[in-house]
């Protein structure tokens, strides 16, 4: 999972770099209070919330209709800073649970975090798709 994400990342700044410095102009300042947070992390502390993602992609990949599972991977990601892994989880979520308040709420505080108001239907389907695909591929990667 660190593996696409990095690349994801890497892909995105090239695209930027390319596209010019408009493109990385965000339309409101992003907020990024967890950020500070995650650089205050020790290196056996990140290697514990790391543990903990893993334990819970693999049992995701036992039980991958587990709600509540996917809402607390969606938590350490957003408390950790990572607002945009969160959206994944989130979306699988809310397609299986579409009434829960809670995963909505996650969702919010996600979306916030990355400085977006909103995000269409079709890009949390995406987003439930490649969650999906990246719990199944768990551990079965380099």
């Known amino acids: 999972m660190r593996y696409w994400t990095g690349l994801l990342i890497a892909v995105a700044f090239d695209a930027a770099v390319i596209a010019g410095p408009g493109v990385l102009t965000p339309e409101r300042p992003v907020q990024t209070p967890a950020v500070a ?3 205050s992390l020790s290196f056996a502390e990140l ?3 790391d543990r903990s993602v ?3 992609m693999q049992h ?3 039980g991958p209709g587990d709600v509540d599972a996917m809402l607390t991977l969606a938590r350490i990601y957003t408390e950790h800073g990572w607002a ?3 959206i994944g989880p989130l979306a699988r979520a809310l397609q ?3 009434y829960r308040r809670d995963l ?3 969702l919010d505080r996600a979306l916030d975090e990355m400085g977006k108001d909103q995000i269409t239907d079709a890009e949390l389907a995406r987003a ?3 969650f999906v695909a990246a719990f199944e591929m768990q551990g079965h990667g380099c």
Do not use: H, I, Y
Request: aromatic letters at 4%; glycine letters at 4%; charged letters at 25%.
């Open 47 to 49: 290697q514990q919330v």
């Open 104 to 106: 909505w709420v996650v």
């Open 37 to 39: 947070q995650v650089e």
């Open 96 to 98: 299986l649970d579409p």
């Open 128 to 130: 439930a798709l490649e």
């Open 60 to 62: 995701l990949q036992e």
């Open 54 to 56: 893993d334990s819970l």
């Open 84 to 86: 945009g892994d969160a």
